[in-house]
Each structure stands twice: as C-alpha cells, then as structure tokens.
C-alpha cells in the first residue's frame, strides 16, 4: 500500500501564490510517476500537472500552463506544485496522486486551495 499525504493548500488572493507538497510512504512498488488533480464542487476531477519520477518529464493542462510548476525530491519522495498567479477559477480540492507507468492507483486526502477575488 502507498500512501500520500498532501498538504499545502490555503486562501490566497488572486495573483497570489501557494505551493502544494505531497509526502509518499509505505510504497509496495517503484511509482513511475506522480501528479495532481483538482475537484471544484460540483465539477468532475480534473488533470492539472503530472512528473515522471526517473526522468522528471512534464505534463500539464492547457489551463495552468506557464503558472504552476510541478517538481520532485527523490530522496524524500516527495512532489510539489507551485502555483503562482493564482485566479479564482483555480479554486478546488487538490488531490496528489501516484501510479505506474499508466494509471493512477494512489491518492492523497486532499488539500482545499481557495483563491479569493
């Protein structure tokens, strides 16, 4: 079993910044890559940035391209989000998420990022 913890999130004002950590532990297998995914209420979960663990290769959507940053600590697997330039549209529950090469089998409780104004 994995298990994640993340934490980070908070309220912050538009243009403000925040970043997310996501701490894994207890792993049964070498997870290939991590992310994040955000849930607003109402809304279905939604992809927002993902890293490969070995070769540290990028992906993200469309709506936080050149504002939110996705990295990695090996040494204390950890990932991180940093999200600047915040806008209220990026309000949501964030959730970090683990997997193999395809998938995600494992995920954090959840951490809430609201973003005022």
């Known amino acids: 079993q994995v298990q994640l913890i993340d934490s980070g999130g908070g309220l912050v004002q538009a243009g403000g910044s925040l970043r997310l950590s996501c701490a894994a532990s207890?792993?049964?297998?070498?997870?290939?890559?991590m992310g994040w995914f955000r849930q607003a209420p109402g809304k279905e979960r939604e992809f927002v940035a993902q890293?490969?663990?070995?070769?540290?290769?990028?992906n993200y959507a469309d709506s936080v391209k050149g504002r939110f940053t996705i990295s990695k600590e090996n040494a204390k697997n950890t990932v991180y989000l940093q999200m600047n330039s915040l806008k209220p549209e990026d309000t949501a529950v964030y959730y970090c998420?683990?997997?193999?090469?395809?998938?995600?089998?494992?995920w954090g409780q959840g951490t809430q990022v609201t973003v005022s104004s």
């Open positions: 998420a683990a997997g193999p090469e395809q998938g995600y089998y494992y």
């Open positions: 207890g792993r049964t297998f070498s997870i290939y890559r």
């Open positions: 890293i490969s663990w070995s070769g540290g290769r990028t």
